[in-house]
């Protein structure tokens, strides 16, 4: 039987355009926290019950993980103009997220938006940027991000005589950048990460092949010269 090889995904133009503001952002979370003391959470399908007590529940998930289940995360579901999620930031220990209304009728993305927003409520108490990529960024490789990437969709309606294409997708990084974010993190971390579907699964495909390119990137990838800090010896080495 053959054996056939899974071609590489190829990003189209664009894709990691942000690419350089998402590895500073990295680089700053392993200089200001404990990186690794974040494990990544899973969190269990929602029982079905109201949209507000699940949001609720999540975001209380979502603050214990991080280390700061001393807060308490109210939500509420008002119209944003356009915005999916908004949280007022203050000194504590009670902070406000607004969702947006249309959660309330399909809330499949709510652990989605609530990770972005917890994450700015996280970086407020530990005086780090508020800028977007970087919490988007920091949700992603703190552990609490993969619905942010979950949560993109791309569905193809058929009619008789028409055919729509609709793209769903949560935050201010592309989907390929998002699962950039996640496979550093599961390469510098030696996880596992559960497969995605759909959209997400491709997307996750092409972080993953731009995550392992950086180890081809200088300094990796060229001969060196390594000095023994006891003896003193010199060794040439292979990145």
């Known amino acids: 039987m053959a054996l056939l090889r899974r071609p590489r995904p190829v ?12 590895r500073s952002a990295i680089r700053t979370l392993y200089t200001r926290l404990p990186v690794k003391a974040f494990g990544t959470l899973e969190l269990p399908p929602p029982p079905g019950r109201d949209p507000l007590v699940e949001a609720q529940h999540t975001a209380a998930a979502m603050t214990r993980h991080l280390g700061i289940g001393d807060t308490r995360v109210i939500v509420a579901f008002s119209p944003l103009g356009g915005h999916v999620g908004e949280v007022e930031l203050g000194p ?3 902070y406000f ?6 959660y ?25 940027s508020q800028a977007e990529i970087f919490v988007d960024t920091a949700t992603l490789y703190l552990g609490i991000g993969r619905p942010m990437l979950a949560a993109y969709r791309v569905d193809v309606l058929q009619g008789r005589y028409t ?20 496979a550093k993190r599961a390469l510098a971390f030696g996880e596992e990460v559960r ?3 759909g959209a997400a699964d491709g997307a996750y495909r092409l972080g993953h092949e731009r995550a392992l390119s950086d180890y081809a ?11 023994c800090p006891t003896c003193s010896s010199l060794f040439r080495c292979q990145t």
């Open 195 to 197: 497969p995605f579907t």
């Open 11 to 22: 990003a189209p133009p664009g894709t990691f355009d942000r690419i350089d503001d998402v």
């Open 104 to 128: 309330q009728d399909d809330p499949r993305d709510i652990p989605a938006v609530l990770a972005h927003e917890v994450m700015h409520i996280f970086l407020h108490r530990h005086g780090l």
């Open 217 to 227: 990137r200088l300094p990796l990838g060229r001969r060196v010269t390594a000095r």
């Open 97 to 102: 997220v607004t969702l947006s209304p249309h």
């Open 92 to 94: 504590g220990p009670e």
């Open 163 to 182: 055919r729509r294409r609709t793209t769903s997708r949560v935050g201010y990084l592309s989907p390929p950048e998002m699962g950039y974010v996640l």
